[in-house]
């Protein structure tokens, strides 16, 4: 059964206190504000900018004493050329030095700068080489911060007089990668815009899903390293959730089927499967999976859909929530007050009116 209203207290328990959401935006707006108004950052920034779950509305409750995640994304007038990745790094780790709120909380990571706060983690990524176009639409209200998916879900950049061709085009942005040595290409813009479009195509259930889905996994996957996390599991989510869905059961129970469809050969043949990123097709984002990784992730996902078939299948309330709860443990809310069955039970004796009772 699809249990619309259980679903819906699942949803409730597994997303972020209103408490986290405030501190996440406290935090975010506090390391914004102050690279904003750096003195030695005034003549390279020119905004900044969400990105991630928090800002495509996936974000899930921490487990396992993690932290809330919150990206956020510094666009800069920095010349690639003139800028190796880890002078950026470099450059940017001092600005940070230079406040006790990030002094001795960050780290150097491959592709951003990861700073811990006591519940929230964020992750600040440093990006380059935007048109006049494309900064016109960055520090416009259009694109502002708080537009995630579930608070404005009709959000979307729209033709007007900023665009000399009349129309939006999405245009990828450079970031450092330290590792590699080198700038890449990165377009978040593009899937913060393809969220919100699919969502409004399943009716507002594709972000659930995704919430939904990730919860299984982060309680499936705990403990095993190398194995695909929460960015990846909602890549996999997003290619196979069709439109048109009637419920988060329905969209639970034919994305797993469509994974494991899907990538069924790649498992017979040892393989990990190319899944290309939403924003820069070129790009595998399945890449550092190694096979052996993704057989385990594949194997859960099998076993998770013919669980989840079953219960969705079943007509039988009481026993359809158990199998609900069999995916995803004490969140889903159990079916005590459902009757077992919905079979006619012939009484055993006549009915007899009882005596009125009045206030």
């Known amino acids: 059964m699809e249990l619309p209203s259980y679903f819906n207290d699942m949803l409730t328990k597994i997303r972020p206190s209103q408490d986290l959401l405030d501190m996440c935006v406290g935090a975010h707006t506090e390391l914004r504000e102050t690279l904003v108004n750096d003195s030695e950052l005034k003549d390279i920034v020119v905004t900044t900018f969400l990105q991630g779950s928090y800002r495509r509305s996936t974000l899930i409750r921490p487990v396992n004493g993690s932290k809330a995640d919150v ?3 510094l666009v800069t007038s920095l010349d690639p050329i003139n800028w190796t990745p880890a002078q950026v790094q470099e450059h940017f780790c001092q600005v940070l030095s230079k406040d006790s709120r990030y002094r001795g909380n960050y780290r150097r990571q491959g592709r951003s700068i990861g700073i811990s706060l006591e519940k929230i983690s964020l992750d600040l990524v440093i ?11 960055l520090k416009s209200e259009v694109f502002g911060s708080e537009f995630s998916v579930e608070a404005h879900p009709e959000w979307k950049i729209v033709k007007g007089p900023s665009f000399p061709d009349g129309e939006w085009k999405s245009e990828p942005l450079l970031i450092p990668d330290r590792d590699a040595g080198r700038w890449e290409q990165t377009d978040p813009i593009s899937h913060i815009e393809w969220t919100h479009d699919k969502n409004r195509k399943t009716d507002g259930h594709y972000v659930n899903v995704v919430k939904a889905l990730k919860w299984w996994w982060t309680w499936e996957s705990s403990g095993r390293k190398g194995l695909p996390k929460g960015y990846l599991t909602e890549c996999l989510v997003g290619l196979h959730c069709p439109d048109g869905l009637e419920s988060v059961a329905e969209g639970v129970t034919l994305v797993l089927e469509g994974i494991r469809d899907a990538y069924a050969y790649n498992v017979h043949q040892g393989t990990t499967p190319f899944i290309a990123d939403v924003g820069i097709p070129s790009n595998n984002v399945f890449q550092r999976v190694p096979p052996d990784c993704f057989r385990e992730f594949y194997d859960s996902v099998k076993a998770c859909a013919t669980k989840a078939r ?8 009481a026993s359809s929530a ?10 889903f809310p159990p079916s005590n007050n459902a009757p077992a069955s919905k079979t006619f039970q012939k009484p055993s004796q006549p009915a007899e009116p009882r005596k009125a009772r009045f206030a």
């Open 322 to 331: 158990r199998g609900w709860i069999g995916i995803f443990g004490n969140v």
């Open 71 to 73: 990206d956020v994304v």
């Open 127 to 137: 990006t380059a080489a935007p048109s006049g176009t494309l900064k016109d639409v």
């Open 310 to 317: 079953a219960a969705f299948d079943d007509p039988d309330q």
